[in-house]
């Protein structure tokens, strides 16, 4: 394989991918999200699958990993959405938990610079509600973050996109004039089958 060929490139991709992929499952599994728990799960498989079809010259799996990418942008976009509360979503929902907990984006009480203190007042002191509970002077809001982690995969899938196309048309035109075994393929003949 070439160095700064097609195929390279977007195993490097697809190896970007899988880091962030698995960072932000971990965060993920955190926090308690379930709904994106899932979600990054099959962005990992289809991502080794894509991976995969490139190394071996498998265009269906590049294929398969195109369809996906699309359903991925709209999984980040959608995310992305719910965490600047546009269009009727809200940050605040259990939608990513699907409602199994009240545990929201591990970021709200973790991100970098992040202190948890107490609310000041005396009367709210007294109460046992974790809601009660603040998180001042953060270096940067936790639904940015979550943003971030989305814009990042956005790009990366737009990049892998624009490669996986070229790689699987690359792969189908070299699938079509030459089999594997050294002989050229004439599409009029039909394969020999060995049982």
Request: charged content about 15%; aromatic content about 14%; overall charge negative.
């Given at each position: 394989?070439?160095?700064?060929?097609?195929?390279?490139?977007?195993v490097?991709?697809?190896?970007?991918?899988?880091?962030t992929?698995?960072?932000?499952?971990?965060?993920d599994?955190?926090?308690?999200?379930w709904?994106p728990?899932?979600i990054?799960?099959?962005?990992?498989?289809?991502?080794?699958?894509?991976?995969?079809?490139t190394?071996?010259?498998?265009?269906r799996y590049?294929?398969?990993?195109?369809?996906?990418?699309?359903?991925?942008?709209?999984w980040n976009?959608?995310?992305?959405?719910?965490?600047?509360?546009?269009?009727?979503?809200?940050?605040?929902?259990?939608?990513?938990?699907?409602?199994?907990?009240?545990?929201?984006?591990?970021?709200?009480?973790n991100?970098?610079?992040?202190?948890g203190?107490?609310?000041?007042?005396?009367a709210?002191?007294?109460?046992?509600?974790?809601?009660?509970?603040?998180?001042l002077s953060?270096?940067?809001?936790?639904q940015?973050?979550?943003?971030?982690?989305c814009i990042?995969?956005?790009?990366?899938?737009?990049?892998?996109?624009?490669?996986a196309c070229?790689?699987?048309?690359?792969?189908?035109?070299?699938d079509?004039?030459?089999d594997?075994?050294?002989?050229?393929?004439?599409p009029s003949?039909?394969?020999?089958?060995f049982f």
């Amino acid at each position: 394989m070439e160095c700064c060929s097609g195929r390279c490139t977007l195993v490097f991709l697809f190896t970007l991918q899988l880091v962030t992929a698995v960072e932000r499952q971990v965060f993920d599994f955190l926090g308690f999200q379930w709904a994106p728990i899932m979600i990054n799960f099959l962005q990992i498989i289809v991502v080794i699958l894509g991976l995969f079809g490139t190394i071996q010259y498998r265009p269906r799996y590049v294929v398969l990993y195109l369809v996906w990418t699309l359903l991925w942008v709209g999984w980040n976009v959608l995310v992305s959405c719910l965490y600047l509360d546009l269009g009727g979503l809200s940050k605040d929902s259990d939608i990513l938990s699907l409602g199994m907990s009240s545990q929201q984006s591990w970021w709200r009480d973790n991100g970098p610079g992040c202190e948890g203190r107490d609310l000041p007042s005396p009367a709210w002191q007294s109460q046992e509600n974790p809601e009660l509970v603040t998180v001042l002077s953060c270096w940067l809001e936790h639904q940015y973050i979550e943003v971030l982690h989305c814009i990042i995969q956005l790009v990366l899938s737009l990049l892998g996109f624009t490669y996986a196309c070229y790689v699987a048309n690359t792969l189908s035109h070299e699938d079509d004039s030459f089999d594997f075994m050294g002989e050229i393929h004439h599409p009029s003949k039909s394969p020999d089958l060995f049982f």
